[in-house]
């Protein structure tokens, strides 16, 4: 199993980590108002608009709260504006590890991820350090027991999907970015709730720890993802589950 979709797993598992510790309105609210800003406020024009109501009813957001949000992305009502800035930078070991993040103060945010990266076993690269070892996809998970292989690849082949791939107990299916939406509303349409379903950047290799190494990486994940101004945080590790429960 990949270490992207086992860190999804484990979160998944160990209850969405952000929203037990109540962050997730905030970043969904980020998502909301951004992508109003940049695609304007038509749900049905904007896909990104589109996934991100999605995902604030899913988080159980009051329909006031996300209409206010995209209005202030649209500038109908006045907030914060939000820069989005991606951030590169080191693991323990070595680990690649891109940070997508959404502020209305970069020094304060850069300072903060530096921080949280220096005392985990990392350090903050320069733009480009990392990058190139990772690709910017649609990344769809469906777990095995919703259909079949054959089944799955003839519903998202068709509606444009890149990949699918055989991961244990769950199928990951890749896609371009501009091609997400059909695919995911495609699975949707089918009767077959995702277990993931984002647009992020995916590492094309993988470096395995264990012991001090794993236990440290999950400590650094945990930090990142607990930080307000970070919506995405993407890394080239794996590990066994047992390391990765902790």
């Given at each position: 199993?990949?270490?992207?979709?086992?860190?999804?797993?484990?979160?998944?598992?160990?209850?969405?980590?952000?929203?037990?510790?109540?962050?997730?309105?905030?970043?969904?609210?980020?998502?909301?108002?951004?992508?109003?800003?940049?695609?304007?406020?038509?749900?049905?024009?904007?896909?990104?608009?589109?996934?991100?109501?999605?995902?604030?009813?899913?988080?159980?957001?009051?329909?006031?709260?996300?209409?206010?949000?995209?209005?202030?992305?649209?500038?109908?009502?006045?907030?914060?504006?939000?820069?989005?800035?991606?951030?590169?930078?080191?693991?323990?070991?070595?680990?690649?590890?891109?940070?997508?993040?959404?502020?209305?103060?970069?020094?304060r945010t850069v300072a903060e991820i530096r921080h949280i990266l220096s005392k985990n076993g990392g350090n903050l690269g320069e733009a480009g350090s990392v990058g190139w070892m990772f690709e910017k996809k649609g990344y769809i998970v469906v777990d095995k027991s919703a259909r079949s292989e054959d089944e799955l690849f003839e519903?998202?082949?068709?509606?444009?999907?890149?990949?699918?791939?055989?991961?244990?107990?769950?199928?990951?299916?890749?896609?371009?970015?501009?091609?997400?939406?059909?695919?995911?509303?495609?699975?949707?349409?089918?009767?077959?709730?995702?277990?993931?379903?984002?647009?992020?950047?995916?590492?094309?290799?993988?470096?395995?720890?264990?012991?001090?190494?794993?236990?440290?990486?999950?400590?650094?994940?945990?930090?990142?993802?607990?930080?307000?101004?970070?919506?995405?945080?993407?890394?080239?590790?794996?590990?066994?589950?047992?390391?990765?429960?902790?």
């Open positions: 199993m990949s270490g992207h979709s086992k860190w999804h797993t484990i979160k998944h598992k160990k209850g969405a980590l952000d929203a037990k510790r109540g962050k997730l309105f905030t970043k969904l609210i980020k998502e909301l108002t951004v992508a109003a800003r940049t695609g304007g406020g038509d749900v049905e024009a904007n896909a990104r608009l589109r996934k991100a109501v999605s995902d604030a009813k899913a988080g159980n957001m009051p329909n006031d709260t996300i209409d206010r949000a995209i209005k202030r992305g649209t500038g109908e009502i006045e907030g914060v504006s939000y820069e989005e800035i991606t951030y590169e930078g080191y693991g323990p070991a070595g680990v690649a590890v891109m940070i997508e993040a959404m502020t209305d103060n970069r020094n519903i998202v082949t068709d509606a444009g999907a890149e990949d699918l791939r055989d991961d244990e107990d769950v199928y990951e299916v890749i896609t371009s970015p501009t091609d997400f939406d059909a695919v995911l509303t495609a699975v949707k349409n089918a009767g077959i709730e995702p277990q993931v379903a984002e647009v992020e950047m995916i590492p094309q290799n993988y470096i395995k720890l264990e012991g001090a190494d794993a236990t440290q990486m999950i400590k650094l994940m945990e930090s990142l993802e607990d930080n307000d101004d970070v919506q995405k945080v993407s890394a080239n590790f794996d590990m066994d589950e047992d390391d990765m429960q902790g």
